[in-house]
């Protein structure tokens, strides 16, 4: 008994000895994220479930961010486009979409749903369902780079 208590001090001893003099190493910042592109639904008026008419007019605020990385020689924007009875499709028209004016940042984008209550072809989905689409421009095209959940309405 006396031989093992014995031991297990002089191994603590041994331990406390090997570890004097050694440097402590500085704390690593935690690595940080890289950038990404984003568009978030801050608000939206009427608010997605609520009951909409073709007098109806949305409003909907929507913060976005792009990635350092994200260049485009033709600028951005944020799209609202709408649900189309043809299978995974949507559609918008008329003046659906506000230029970014810088990187990140707010904005308002109102659409009257009387652009698009009435139209045969393409014709929206009913219940009406919007989703708001940060887009990169090229030319007379765009690309998707960032979009919202689908917001539905009832009628």
């Known amino acids: 008994m006396a031989f093992s208590l014995k031991s297990s001090a002089m191994g603590f ?9 050694k440097k402590e ?11 990404v592109t984003s568009l978030t639904l801050e608000s939206l008026t009427p608010a997605a479930g609520a009951i909409v008419s073709r007098t109806s007019t949305l409003t909907a ?23 189309s009875t043809t299978s995974n499709s949507t559609f918008s028209v008329g003046s ?4 970014l004016p810088n ?3 707010t904005l308002t984008l109102q659409y009257p749903l009387s652009l698009i209550w009435d139209r045969t072809n393409p014709a929206p989905a009913h219940p009406i ?12 095209t765009s690309t998707v780079i960032a979009q919202t959940p689908a917001q539905t309405f009832t009628e």
């Open 13 to 21: 001893l041994c331990s406390l000895l090997l570890s004097c003099g």
């Open 25 to 35: 190493e500085a704390a690593k910042p935690a690595p940080v994220p890289p950038e």
């Open 61 to 83: 605020q929507l913060k976005y961010s792009l990635a350092d990385g994200e260049t485009s020689s033709d600028g951005y924007r944020v799209a609202i486009l709408f649900a």
């Open 96 to 99: 659906n979409n506000v230029t």
């Open 103 to 105: 990187r990140k940042g």
């Open 129 to 140: 369902t919007c989703y708001y689409y940060l887009q990169r421009v090229s030319g007379n």
